[in-house]
């Protein structure tokens, strides 16, 4: 990874705002993803993610916290946050913001437990792809203290394969439609290419089951996003 996410939050933070990070997938063409939007505060947030704060509680973990946003608000409401992110230049960032405890450190090698595990932005894209959907959720499930949550978002984005006359024209025998090759590019560099994966509710509710996870859905979005909260389902008593 070159880390050109990373590099595009410091040239943000340090005012030397030029240009946006382009981004493509492997279903869709060039698309803007402009960097003041990933400094956004609460009232520039969507709603599901401003459920997602207001449902916080106890010690939580942001995970791929990018600038910090999400942590930086709930620390102003007193909460304990831990933000992580595999990008350097992420978490220096979050730090530069104020974010008291950031950390480089990808998901699968956190130990701490926690109250609430937020995964905001398409949280269900650091899972890749669906074949490593069980191995993320068992690892986050295992790091929940008791009566802890996992908060994330994602949508559905069968619409993307939606023709004009209202067919839909993915390929049933390929893999899972919401499996993307993601392509970032920033000031005229390439990031290497990432796998990055959109779940639909029924298909995280049933990985869910799989693994002990109940799995309800908290909020529906404007476009076919959704916030669901993730519980370990009952312990039934012999
Ligand atoms: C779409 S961005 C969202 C950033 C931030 N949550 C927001 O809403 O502005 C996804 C973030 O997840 C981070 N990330 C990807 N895979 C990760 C992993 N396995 N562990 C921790 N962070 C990861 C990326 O570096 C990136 O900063």
Redesign the pocket.
């Known amino acids: 990874m070159k880390d050109l996410?990373?590099k595009a939050l410091l040239d943000y933070q340090n005012g030397n705002y030029t240009e946006d990070i382009v981004t493509s997938t492997s279903i869709s063409g060039e698309d803007k993803l402009p960097l003041p939007y990933?400094f956004?505060n609460f009232k520039d947030m969507p709603s599901l993610?401003q459920r997602a704060l207001k449902l916080s509680k106890g010690f939580v973990l942001?995970?791929?916290?990018?600038?910090g946003?999400?942590s930086l608000y709930l620390q102003k409401k007193g909460r304990k946050v831990k933000a992580?992110?595999?990008?350097i230049g992420?978490i220096e960032v979050a730090k530069q913001r104020g974010v008291l405890d950031a950390e480089v450190?990808?998901?699968?090698d956190e130990t701490e437990t926690f109250d609430t595990i937020l995964l905001?932005?398409?949280g269900t894209?650091?899972f890749q792809e669906l074949s490593q959907v069980s191995k993320y959720l068992s690892h986050l499930k295992s790091l929940l203290k008791t009566g802890g949550q996992i908060l994330i978002d994602s949508s559905d984005i069968k619409y993307m394969y939606e023709d004009e006359d209202g067919g839909f024209w993915m390929d049933t025998n390929s893999s899972y439609h919401g499996e993307l090759d993601y392509f970032l590019s920033y000031k005229g560099k390439k990031e290497l290419p990432m796998k990055w994966l959109y779940l639909d509710f029924n298909t995280l509710n049933l990985a869910c089951e799989t693994i002990g996870l109940k799995c309800e859905l908290v909020l529906e979005g404007e476009h076919f996003d959704y916030l669901a909260r993730l519980i370990p389902a009952e312990t039934r008593i012999l």
Not at 62 to 67: A, K, P
Not at 84 to 87: K, Q, R, V
């Open positions: 996410f990373g990933l956004r993610e942001d995970v791929g916290c990018g600038s946003s999400h992580i992110d595999i990008s992420a450190k990808n998901i699968l905001l932005m398409n894209g650091i």
